[in-house]
């Protein structure tokens, strides 16, 4: 057999995979193989050219050693990487995020809201002073102006302030509608605080409005004892405690019936039985016709909840801090998906 041609046949040959590579083995370096065979031959080759056919039979063995050699290694390396890249496996679950504890109660809330007619309005973070205190009935001296409470910033010329609170978007809606009026405003809102468990220098509220000829403070009542009903339970009652804002007159606090001991008393309402949700009131006249609603014609109930403080009483987190941390141990601890 020609040597020349088997050193062309070694070269030629194409090894993609183990099988060819064994398919190599077999035909050229294999017990039974070509180079075998020529050496085998060699018996028959004239002494005097027995030295050159031998050397050139080496070299041929030797190229053939070498690609399989370096297939062998490149085909080991290759498979660790085909089986990484295995196409046809089923993806990995793709890991979906969980609503944020706050997005779950700011949801629930305004759903329990639209049932009875409410819809969301919405207004910015930085506010004017009208929005955020004169409209609303804050004397120029009131306390919650002080800087102590209030970030401002410069617009400009203009001192804005970091709205206090949503009860800003009442105005807005006041001034650009006409009753009957039926809204939810949920929101951020700043205040100047030390942050610690209990306190923090953002936080959010949702504030109710409604205004319409002949509301009564029977209507708030009613509509907040629905609200704790749906929020907490059919178990859930309400009370409320005479209190004081600028912009409501008469004005409330509203406690629910301890959602964990339903009123007989434990830590986490100090033995009180009442936990503390809301505040609200009928709107003051004075607020009404800043606002350019006729307060001889039209009367009207507001009411401002936190969220963070219903969160709490939902998810028993007791660290305000956590809302705002992001940390996902805390965060994948609430419904998944949608
Ligand atoms: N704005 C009040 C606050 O931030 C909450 C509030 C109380 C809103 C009474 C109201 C209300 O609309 O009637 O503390």
Redesign the pocket.
Known sequence: MNIKEIVDAVQAFVINSNHDLEQFRIQFLGSKGQIKELYGALKNVPNEDKRLVGQQINELRQIAEDKYALHKTTLSHATAETVELDLSRTGADAQIGSHHPLSLVRKEIIEIFNRIGYVVSEGPEIEDDWHNFSALNFPPEHPARDMQDTFFVEKGEQEMALR????SV?VRVMENSKPPIRTISPGR?YRNEAISARAHCFFH?I???YIDKNVSFADLKQTLLFFAKELFGEKATIRLRPSY?P??EP?AEVDVSCTLCHGKGCNVCKYSGWLEI????M?DPNVLDACGIDSTIYSG?????GVERIAQLKYRVTDLRLYSENDIRFLKQFTPGI
């Open positions: 206090t609170h949503t009860s009442q809102v509220q504030e109710g409005l804002f912009f409501t004005s809301l505040g609200c009131g709107v109930f507001a009411f401002g909840m």
